[in-house]
């Protein structure tokens, strides 16, 4: 089973609104990311949780938080948000994040829009 | 850090025809380089992936090049079929471990 599972599928939020991202996998992997992906681009790495300890965070505004709460769960709280981060937002994971390049499996995507 | 290019950015090709696309990398310590396929409104998928220690890769109708040498790798698919068509992005892993993505390629097979 590759499957890594993501809620919601679509999120439509105010600039004022507390929302939240979920990530589930069940594969025994040690490595979890977020990305976000802006149409027609590739996925941009946003955080990596190794461990279920933050091992990169590449440079992302405060108003994403991420959280890893155990092994299976991946958590992105989001708070005062722009329209521009209006996005597919991505999780995916793999075997380990910190000793080599694993395979990375991806989820749906949560399409988040912010008014 | 990593930069890896991409081409064609988008491919038109007639079903049962063949498709390459051609990713180029900068690191030399990039040892990982998969492909993925993106369908509309779906999450990537990996399709395949290569290894530094290995010249090509097939499944199936997909295949893989990578030549070190010269820093590029890539993706072929043959007897293509509507369903292949998608975007599909190369990457590379660079010194930090991470996985660097191409602007990926929309590839349209004509029935």
């Known amino acids: 089973d590759t499957e890594v599972t993501q809620t919601p599928k679509h999120l439509v939020m105010g600039m004022t609104n507390k929302k939240s991202l979920k990530c589930e996998q069940h594969?025994?992997?040690?490595?979890m990311y977020w990305y976000k992906q802006k149409a027609k681009k590739p996925p941009e790495l946003m955080f990596v949780?190794?461990?279920?300890?933050?091992?990169i965070n590449e440079s992302v505004p405060s108003r994403f938080s991420p959280e890893c709460p155990n092994s299976s769960l991946l958590n992105l709280h989001l708070h005062a948000l722009q329209p521009e981060d209006s996005a597919l937002y991505l999780c995916?994971?793999?075997?380990?994040?910190?000793?080599?390049?694993?395979?990375?499996?991806f989820g749906p995507g949560t399409r988040l829009t912010v008014l | 850090g990593e930069n890896v290019e991409q081409h064609p950015s988008t491919l038109s090709v007639q079903e049962g025809d063949s498709a390459v696309i051609k990713c180029t990398y900068s690191d030399s310590a990039s040892n990982y380089f998969p492909w993925y396929k993106q369908e509309l409104g779906k999450g990537p998928q990996l399709i395949i992936d290569?290894?530094?220690?290995?010249g090509e890769k097939k499944d199936q109708r997909i295949a893989v090049t990578l030549n070190k040498t010269a820093k590029h790798f890539s993706l072929h698919i043959t007897e293509t079929q509507p369903e292949d068509s998608a975007v599909y992005f190369c990457a590379a892993s660079g010194s930090a471990r991470q996985l660097t993505f191409g602007s990926g390629t929309q590839l349209t097979v004509l029935p």
């Open positions: 995916a994971s793999s075997q380990s994040g910190t000793s080599g390049v694993y395979e990375q499996f």
């Open positions: 594969m025994g992997h040690r490595a």
């Open positions: 290569i290894r530094s220690n290995v």
């Open positions: 949780y190794s461990y279920e300890k933050l091992s």
